[in-house]
C-alpha cells in the first residue's frame, strides 16, 4: 500500500512536469450578478447580442433572477424589439418591485408599443419610487465595476410621461411634466400654454437638452 502511494505521488509530479500546473488550474463559474454586470458592460459597448446571451446565462442559473431580466428587457429595447423588451419588463416588475430600472424601461417601452396609459403607469411608479432607482453595475474585462446608464434621469421618465399624456391629449399632464423637466434642468416651473402647437415646440426644445450636464 505504501509502495503504490508513493508510486502515485512520482506519477502526479511527472505529469506536472510534462502538461504544466496551468492544467490544474480550477475556474470558479461566473455568479448570477457577475454574468449580469459582464452583460452590462457588453451593452454598454452597443454588443446587444452579447449582452443578450450573458443575461440569458444568469437566467439559466436560476429563473427567479429579476435584474437579468432587466437587462433582457433593455437589450431588446435598443435593438427595437418592444414585444420581446415588454415580456423581460413584465417579469422583471413581478420579481421585484423595487427594480426601478426595469419600470422606467417598460415606460418607455411602452411609449413606443402605443400604449400610452399602460407607459403612463409603468413611468409614474418610477418617479414614486425613485429613492429606490438603483443603476445596474457593469463589469469590464479587467473586472473592475461601474454604474451604466448613468443619464438616464427623472428627466428621461418625464419626458416619457408628457410624450404620453401628448398623445393622450391630456393637456394639463403634459405641461405639469413640461414643468417638472423644467425645474429639474434649473428652469422656472412655469410654463402655460393652451396651444399643443406651442406645447409641442417647448417639448422639442426640451427634447433637445443634455440633462445630464
Avoid at 428621461?156 to 413640461?178: F, H, N, R
Wanted: hydrophobic residues 45%; negative net charge.
Amino acid at each position: 500500500m505504501r509502495t503504490g502511494l508513493a508510486l502515485l505521488g512520482i506519477l502526479a509530479i511527472a505529469s506536472l512536469t510534462f502538461i504544466g500546473c496551468e492544467e490544474f488550474t480550477v475556474t470558479t463559474p461566473d455568479s448570477q450578478e457577475q454574468l449580469v454586470a459582464k452583460g452590462w458592460y457588453q451593452w454598454d459597448l452597443t454588443n446587444y447580442d452579447d449582452a443578450i446571451v450573458l443575461f440569458e446565462d444568469a437566467i439559466d442559473l436560476a429563473n427567479s433572477y429579476a435584474p437579468a431580466y432587466s437587462g433582457l428587457g433593455w437589450a431588446y429595447l435598443r435593438q427595437q424589439s418592444l414585444n420581446t423588451a415588454s415580456d423581460n419588463f413584465e417579469t422583471a416588475k413581478l420579481l421585484d418591485g423595487n427594480l426601478i430600472f426595469a419600470f422606467a424601461g417598460s415606460s418607455s417601452t411602452l411609449f413606443l408599443s402605443g400604449d400610452y396609459t399602460l407607459s403612463v403607469a409603468d413611468g409614474a411608479y418610477a418617479i414614486n419610487h425613485w429613492d429606490d432607482y438603483v443603476f445596474p453595475k457593469a463589469q469590464r474585462d479587467d473586472g473592475s465595476l461601474y454604474d451604466v446608464a448613468t443619464n438616464i434621469t427623472k428627466f428621461d421618465v418625464y419626458m416619457i410621461l408628457a410624450l404620453d399624456y401628448y398623445c393622450l391629449m391630456d393637456m394639463p399632464s403634459t405641461i405639469a411634466q413640461i414643468n417638472n423637466m423644467r425645474v429639474f434642468i434649473g428652469e422656472s416651473g412655469d410654463f402655460a400654454s393652451s396651444s399643443w402647437a406651442e406645447i409641442a415646440a417647448e417639448l422639442n426644445r426640451l427634447d433637445g437638452l443634455d440633462p445630464s450636464q
